[in-house]
């Protein structure tokens, strides 16, 4: 129930494609859904987040989908450039004071030029 | 403003050796987490700590240690250094629940 669960394991898209990434959960007392972004050699840095009581959230290119009822939530990269190239991380609370994330087990995107 | 600064960047420890990583955060987050990363497996939480004296293990917390007697430093023990411990570690803190976390930029550890 503290699983968070990612796909694809990686994805390889053109340059102006859109990328999609998904992930599913199945606690519903996760209330907190952020995304982290991670270049090689560096450590996560937060991307974008959503909380369940809205179905999207964009900022600028990146795009979260929400789906309460199915438990899902997915990331959307519009016009896709070679510098999005990384890995990708969705993210949840966790049940508890704690403010522990549960992280999925990320996505490694190539852009193609 | 230097966010979440973690030493060293790098260790090649052998097998038995004991080392301590540090973390410090500038941030007054209450919030440290300290997490293991392995290829192709994500994050893994190893010990995390909501408030100075306050730590707690995480999901693989065996060989490792912590203690938090300041908000500010958050230090992961290594006593007996094993291969399996070969790993990339992040510290992380945040302001609490519901928060993002902020990210070190990591120590690779090797054990040979």
């Known amino acids: 129930q503290q699983q968070v669960k990612q796909s694809p394991q990686s994805l390889i898209v053109q340059k102006g494609g859109i990328s999609i990434i998904n992930c599913a959960y199945e606690n519903t007392a996760f209330d907190y859904f952020p995304w982290y972004q991670q270049f090689p050699g560096k450590g996560p840095a937060l991307l974008i987040a959503?909380?369940?009581?809205?179905s999207e959230k964009k900022e600028g290119r990146f795009t979260i989908s929400f789906n309460k009822s199915a438990k899902q939530f997915s990331l959307h990269i519009m016009d896709s450039q070679p510098g999005d190239s990384a890995t990708y991380f969705c993210?949840?609370?966790?049940?508890?004071?704690?403010?522990?994330?549960?992280f999925g087990q990320g996505t490694t995107l190539q852009v193609k030029p | 403003n230097a966010g979440v600064t973690q030493t060293p960047k790098f260790r090649i420890l052998k097998i038995g050796q004991s080392m301590t990583l540090q973390c410090a955060q500038d941030?007054?987050?209450?919030?440290m987490y300290w997490y293991r990363q392995d290829p192709g497996m994500g994050l893994k939480l190893i010990y995390y700590?909501?408030?100075?004296?306050?730590?707690d293990k995480g999901e693989v917390p065996n060989g490792y240690n912590v203690s938090r007697s300041t908000t500010e430093d958050f230090p992961l023990r290594l006593e007996l250094a094993a291969p399996s411990q070969t790993s990339v570690y992040f510290c992380?803190?945040?302001?609490?629940?519901?928060?993002?976390?902020?990210f070190g930029s990591g120590t690779r550890l090797t054990v040979v």
């Open positions: 993210a949840a609370y966790g049940s508890g004071n704690t403010g522990k994330l549960i």
């Open positions: 700590s909501v408030g100075a004296g306050i730590t």
């Open positions: 941030m007054n987050h209450n919030y």
């Open positions: 992380a803190s945040s302001e609490g629940n519901n928060y993002g976390y902020t």
């Open positions: 959503i909380r369940p009581d809205v």
